[in-house]
């Protein structure tokens, strides 16, 4: 526990004008991020006496071990940074609301050349028009099945839409007249995509035009006697309109808004957030929170909608915003909402009226929401509790492990050695903390020292960390970049690593950490003949039972690293598996490689080729093809390559695929595999 005033900064040090603040632990990660209108009076309210601070601020500020800051020009600046930074660093005693399930949206794919109508979760991309969120998929399809036969959208994914291009016959929803059927162009690409305008403009309420279109060129119809057509026309009337009563009008003026309620007590908030378009309810989603700062319902409200708005424009911010109690200040969040909107966005509390009566019902949705976060939270926290304390009393250790790491190693025969680490935090899942490793100091199958090295280049690179704290380290230190090249760090040690093996594996991992020094970290390794945990220098395993809690936590870290390592390495097998010759020619980049197998069809045809054939591919010359020539001469002829995903022989005159192509074989594999960091 730190003493803030061992890192409270100088009087007169910080400045007296509008930032954002960090806290930060010893270990340099952020814990608290907050902003201000005044840098100087809010920061030296946390460095008070400690009896006069709240619970929770006292917690944060004695765990912190200095505070950082960033001055702004405006408080509205100070509210988009403080949204960026608590996104970007996820610091733990902010608030951060979960939500309590993933909600389907209705998508447009408007950024393709042929939109398509489909169910879609999770974060939203560029270029896609949403609507909802529904609380089920099906209440989607229901609504997209009664507005096909008016806008007949195409919803057939790519690969269906491609095969019908290239057979020249539609799919079933073509010949049933629900799909308008661009794949075998019976409507050109404007044609489709005006469509899919009308389709959104509908969906984004504006509803009472179509239905008077419909309905005068029905009447229009029957007066020149096309009965037929008047009936279809009458049909599409009544599905338009029985979409419509799908969701009931609360609201009689046509309003855009949304409305936020909160149910709380000391220790979590929930927060309901119903979106109101045209008057009607079309879409309402939850999110749940625990009360880890002191934070009034004016606070909550704000985390809100910076969680709701942060990354919405346009039309996905309403006119009006409609909450239980208002920001202080007001007007920086009302000026960023506006911002955000590109006009007027009223934010305030109903008073009176319909809407102040739909507030109340939004209300008694969010208090039984947390009544029933609280009956399923009991029984979870009680459990992983329970799980850690056994875990520590069977390894005497001094406290329950928060944080265990998990470590296997996988390979085929030999090949494609690759290592996993996996991360449980309270007993939870942090996939956002996942590791994938290449074994690179030897070749061959060797456990024990593939194990030896991964977990010294995991805790090499955490005492690199130290180091620039004023900590030293010997050794070379390897440095761990994400996707877009910023440093990623192995802040946190754990109190616990776990190793998916005996005996061996075990030792193998506590001498690296010795050689590190490294000697405040427990090690232990479940081996699977008899699900026996074996600890460093000691005989015999220890035995937990088998209703054990603990024991099942264990079971759970050690399949989770070994579905992840195995997962890995099948997707190195797969691309090594589609490996071309074409990789071994020198100066050969993958636009020339996919002309190649463009024009030619495939490597078995480009070998038989002559080098004056080779020289008609665009970008190709001479010199080059006769490269080309030599190294597809020298090079054998690969065994047929395996699809891993479908079992799949892949000949060798088919066309190939390079690597990020579309097209390429794709390994199954849980889709959160994309989170791990390679090193």
């Not at 054998?636 to 088919?654: C, H, L, R, W």
Request: overall charge negative; hydrophobic content about 35%; charged content about 30%.
């Amino acid at each position: 526990m730190a003493d803030p005033s061992s890192y409270r900064p100088r009087p007169g040090q910080i400045p007296d004008s509008p930032g954002v603040y960090k806290f930060r632990d010893d270990h340099r990660r952020v814990i608290y991020v907050g902003k201000a209108k005044s840098l100087r009076q809010r920061l030296a309210n946390y460095f008070q006496d400690l009896a006069n601070l709240h619970p929770r601020t006292r917690t944060m500020v004695t765990t912190a071990a200095s505070v950082e800051w960033t001055v702004v020009s405006t408080e509205v600046e100070a509210l988009q940074l403080e949204y960026s930074w608590i996104k970007e660093y996820d610091p733990r005693f902010n608030v951060k609301y979960r939500d309590d399930k993933s909600y389907p949206y209705l998508a447009v794919t408007m950024n393709e050349e042929f939109p398509r109508v489909q169910v879609m979760r999770g974060h939203k991309r560029k270029g896609v028009r949403y609507f909802g969120p529904y609380g089920h998929a099906w209440a989607i399809r229901d609504t997209v099945d009664l507005l096909l036969r008016v806008f007949p959208v195409r919803t057939c994914s790519a690969g269906v839409f491609k095969n019908a291009a290239r057979t020249g016959r539609p799919c079933l929803l073509g010949y049933i007249g629900k799909c308008s059927a661009p794949c075998v162009e019976r409507v050109s690409a404007d044609e489709h995509r005006d469509l899919a305008e009308d389709f959104c403009d509908f969906m984004a309420g504006r509803t009472g035009t179509y239905i008077r279109r419909l309905e005068k060129q029905m009447t229009d119809a029957a007066e020149e006697m096309e009965y037929e057509r008047a009936a279809r026309l009458r049909d599409d009337i009544e599905a338009l309109k029985k979409a419509m009563e799908k969701s009931a009008v609360v609201l009689a003026d046509a309003t855009d808004a949304d409305l936020i309620a909160l149910a709380e007590d000391e220790l979590e908030a929930a927060v309901q957030i119903f979106h109101v378009r045209g008057g009607r309810v079309r879409g309402q989603r939850g999110w749940v929170t625990d009360k880890v700062e002191a934070v009034t319902t004016g606070d909550l409200v704000e985390h809100a909608l910076q969680q709701l708005y942060g990354e919405e424009t346009g039309d996905s911010v309403p006119k009006e915003v409609l909450v239980p109690a208002l920001p202080d200040p007001v007007e920086p969040v009302q000026e960023w909402l506006t911002g955000r909107r590109g006009s007027n966005v009223s934010l305030r509390i109903p008073q009176r009226g319909d809407k102040k009566a739909l507030m109340e019902t939004v209300r008694r949705n969010a208090l039984q929401s947390l009544a029933l976060h609280k009956t399923k939270r009991a029984s979870d926290l009680t459990t992983r509790s329970r799980a850690l304390e056994e875990i520590a009393e069977a390894l005497d250790l001094d406290s329950a492990p928060l944080r265990i790491e998990c470590y296997d190693i996988s390979h085929l025969q030999g090949d494609d050695v690759v290592a996993s680490m996996v991360v449980f935090e309270d007993g939870l899942q942090r996939k956002g903390e996942y590791r994938r490793f290449q074994i690179k100091g030897f070749e061959g199958q060797d456990d024990v020292r593939s194990m030896h090295e991964v977990i010294t280049r995991r805790f090499r690179r955490y005492l690199a960390d130290k180091e620039k704290t004023g900590e030293w380290t010997d050794g070379e230190v390897d440095e761990l970049k994400d996707d877009e090249g910023r440093p990623k760090r192995f802040a946190y040690p754990p109190q616990l690593v776990v190793v998916d093996g005996g005996q061996p594996q075990v030792a193998a991992a506590k001498k690296a950490l010795d050689e590190l020094g490294i000697d405040d970290i427990a090690v232990c390794g479940l081996a699977k003949r008899l699900e026996e945990v074996w600890l460093p220098e000691e005989g015999d395993p220890v035995v937990l039972p088998r209703t054990s809690e603990g024991l099942y936590l264990l079971q759970r870290v050690r399949d989770e690293a070994h579905r992840f390592a195995i997962t890995y390495q099948r997707a190195k097998r797969a691309k090594r598996f589609r490996a071309s010759p074409l990789d071994d020619v020198p100066g050969l980049g993958e636009t020339r490689k996919q002309a190649l197998i463009k024009h030619f069809g495939s490597v078995k045809k480009l070998r038989s080729a002559t080098i004056d054939q080779i020289c008609e591919v665009p970008g190709i010359g001479r010199k080059t093809a006769e490269t080309i020539a030599v190294a597809l001469a020298q090079a054998a002829p690969a065994a047929p390559a395996v699809n891993t995903a479908t079992g799949e022989i892949m000949e060798d005159d088919e066309p190939e695929t390079t690597a990020g192509s579309e097209g390429a074989p794709v390994t199954a594999g849980a889709p959160d595999e994309r989170r791990g960091q390679e090193t």
